[in-house]
């Protein structure tokens, strides 16, 4: 891992040194042909890199594509609308007694980035679900379809955060 750290930031450095070079490059013959192929071999190292990191980090084992790069860190409710819902949707549609729909709209590889009805009903069920860790600290008994703070910090911890 610390390699692959070092590595990235020699590319990184290597991208600068190039860049440093391309106003002074040009008075001593180097052509910007030749600075755009540099560039280019360095720019593809670079995405090599970033995937062998992405390979070596991952994404904790469970979560959904969906959720890649996502964190809970607002209130969401009927209507809300973002990548997070998506997120959102998907985590539910991971157990058959949280899942937003069996098919169609909603259901598992068909979640949509919009927070509706269908949404709500699932979020009261993993609130159910989660009782203890959601509801009981607000002193609530029923879900209300509210992802607040609580909802969050347990969507969040399903992400391994």
Not at 2 to 12: D, H, S
Not at 68 to 94: E, Y
Not at 153 to 160: H, Y
């Amino acid at each position: 891992m610390e390699t692959l750290k070092r590595k990235i930031v020699a590319v990184a450095m290597s991208i600068s040194f190039v860049a440093s070079l391309v106003i002074p490059g040009i008075a001593r013959g180097v052509t910007a042909a030749d600075l755009q192929v540099q560039i280019d071999a360095l720019l593809a190292t670079l995405a090599d890199l970033q995937a062998q990191l992405t390979e070596i980090q991952g994404t904790p084992s469970g979560v959904p594509a969906a959720c890649s790069g996502i964190s809970f860190t607002r209130n969401l409710s009927q209507g809300s609308s973002g990548s997070d819902v998506k997120c959102l949707q998907a985590l539910l549609n991971q157990s058959a007694d949280t899942q937003v729909a069996a098919s169609g709209v909603g259901s598992s590889g068909n979640e949509t980035t919009y927070f509706g009805a269908l949404t709500k009903g699932a979020v009261v069920k993993i609130q159910v679900k989660y009782t203890a860790e959601i509801l009981t600290p607000l002193g609530l008994t029923a879900g209300t379809g509210y992802v607040g703070s609580s909802t969050r910090a347990k969507l969040n911890g399903l992400l391994g955060e």
